[in-house]
């Protein structure tokens, strides 16, 4: 089982910027198709981008296309996506996920998740 551990949350304005991370100090994220999903306040968790294990392939929820890019730097055993032009709206709490086997857009997809970071946009 990995663990996995989200930074780079905060408050940001709107129409600004932030880098999400996501690690692992126990486990080779090489070896995981990894996600990044959020859930807002009173809403359901859902998915906003997710990158396969080379990197080769991205996927991306058509609302964040353009703006976000997700990455992997196997050799620094982590993740990032990079979010840009952010609307208020977007404030939720961000979760990595990883799965051995599995890439896609679902959340069933993933097997392991991490704690979540806060990302607050103020308009």
């Known amino acids: 089982q990995v663990q996995l551990v989200e930074s780079g949350g905060g408050l940001v304005q709107a129409g600004g910027s932030l880098t999400l991370s996501c690690s692992s100090s126990d486990s080779p994220l090489s070896m995981y198709a990894l996600g990044w999903f959020r859930q807002a306040p009173g809403k359901e968790r859902e998915f906003v981008s997710a990158?396969?294990?080379?990197?080769?392939?991205?996927f991306y929820e058509d609302s964040v296309k353009g703006r976000f890019t997700i990455s992997r730097d196997n050799a620094k055993n982590t993740m990032y996506l990079q979010m840009s032009s952010l609307k208020s709206e977007e404030t939720a709490v961000y979760y990595c996920?990883?799965?051995?086997?599995?890439?896609?857009?679902?959340?069933?997809?993933?097997?392991?998740w991490g704690q979540g970071t806060q990302v607050t946009v103020s308009s």
């Open positions: 996920a990883a799965d051995l086997s599995r890439v896609g857009v679902s959340s069933n997809y993933f097997d392991y």
């Open positions: 990158v396969s294990w080379s990197g080769g392939q991205t």
